[in-house]
């Protein structure tokens, strides 16, 4: 028994680990539901950026570089500004508004699609 405990200790800190998983939005006013995992040097990031009277907001991996950073940036002739918010615990950069699971999500998608059959 302690020599199959050991077995599955070793196997346990052999198996390589996997990256940072995090939400990851484009750029979106509404629930971000899709996944990513980050590379060595990310972390999740999330911005809520106001454009005008839009409120828009991404999520993601960024380089650790990035975190923090106040940006003033123009498009189309809209001036924004947005802060690199980081974080470094899985799926720990969920919307602001509203945190939608990915188990959540599947499940209303596998519901919708049931709807068709």
């Not at 198996?15 to 990310?42: H, M, R, W, Y």
């Not at 911005?47 to 498009?75: F, H, M, P, W």
């Amino acid at each position: 028994m302690k020599l199959l405990f050991l077995a599955a200790v070793l196997t346990y800190l052999v198996v390589p680990g996997t990256g940072l998983k995090c939400f990851q939005c484009g750029i979106s006013t509404s629930l971000c539901i899709f996944s990513t995992t980050c590379d060595a040097n990310e972390m999740c990031f999330s911005r809520n950026t106001t454009a005008g009277s839009i409120k828009v907001y991404s999520s993601g991996c960024t380089n650790t570089e990035n975190c923090g950073k106040q940006v003033t940036d123009t498009l189309a002739t809209v001036s924004y500004t947005y802060t690199t918010v980081c974080c470094n615990v899985d799926y720990c950069n969920g919307a602001a508004a509203v945190k939608l699971s990915l188990l959540t999500g599947s499940v209303m998608a596998l519901v919708w699609m049931m709807g068709y059959l």
